[in-house]
């Protein structure tokens, strides 16, 4: 368990992480029940950890790069066989069964899956509801699950998840979160075929900048960034349905 100077976007990777059910694929190392590891005399990078029991994240890229992490068995994240850093950890956790192939791992630097997947799962609930709420007899939602990766069309590559409204004959409209490869810090939105929001999320915004906030504002910045995501995707299925509406008067 995680004891000293957390920082809080690791207790809050902690809590996301062990908020999984208990039939996820992945699970939340039984540190308690472990027998003790044997000192490795390697120190853990945990900021506050004195532990020399850290072995590296097992986490490798596509190109096969190896993250150079090394983090003991008490701040590690193990995910199937393997134990990774926190970052890597949420990366593994983002692709879902890609995981089990090599050749479709993430760059090493690429925070672009886990931030998709992060916003995809706070949103989630939202927007499976308010396309709910928009369909009409004879459509359903479905969603994905973990983040996929995609291309524009100017090839460009990015990780999306995306919730999609349907009837038997297909598709009636996409919600799709996606993050760019090559500017893996800004999340967009698209409803349909309109881009109707973009933005840094707060806690990366500061991340970059070097600054920390008291635990109050982080937690109104997340709010405000969130209620500005699900108000724009809301207002955008409305005005789609009006649309459509008034296509088939
Ligand atoms: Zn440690
Ligand atoms: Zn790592």
């Known amino acids: 368990m995680v004891t000293v100077e957390t920082p809080r976007k690791e207790a809050s990777a902690l809590r996301r992480l062990g908020a999984l059910p208990a039939t996820a694929l992945f699970r939340r190392k039984e540190h308690d029940a472990a027998p003790a590891r044997p000192a490795t005399g390697i120190a853990c990078t945990m900021r506050g950890c004195a532990n020399l029991t850290a072995q590296l994240c097992a986490y ?3 190109r096969e790069r190896s993250c150079s992490v090394t983090i ?13 850093c926190r970052r890597h950890a949420g990366t593994v956790q983002a692709i879902g069964e890609l995981s089990g192939d090599p050749s479709g791992h993430p760059d090493i630097d690429d ?3 886990s931030l998709v ?3 995809g799962r706070d949103l989630d609930k939202d927007i499976r509801t308010l396309l709910a709420r928009a369909a009409r007899p004879g459509e359903s939602v479905i969603s994905d ?3 996929r990766r995609a291309h524009d069309f100017h090839r460009n590559a990015r990780w999306e998840r995306s919730w999609r409204l349907v009837e038997h004959t297909g598709p009636v409209l996409n ?6 490869e090559d500017n893996d810090s800004l999340v ?9 929001a973009g933005g840094v999320p707060p806690w990366i915004a500061r991340r970059r900048d070097g600054q920390d906030v008291e635990a109050a ?11 500005y995501l699900e108000e724009t995707i809301s207002e955008a299925v409305v005005r789609f349905r009006d649309r459509s509406d008034s296509i088939e008067q």
């Not at 504002?217 to 209620?227: G, H, K, V, W």
């Open 217 to 227: 504002i982080d937690i109104s910045q997340r709010q405000l960034f969130y209620r």
């Open 175 to 180: 919600v799709t979160l996606h993050v760019a």
């Open 72 to 84: 003991c068995p008490a701040h590690a994240i193990s995910l199937g066989a393997n134990t990774y």
């Open 188 to 196: 967009h939105v698209r409803v349909g075929c309109e881009a109707v």
């Open 60 to 62: 490798r890229d596509r």
């Open 145 to 147: 699950h973990v983040a």
């Open 117 to 119: 997947d992060w916003i």
């Open 111 to 113: 925070r672009a899956p």
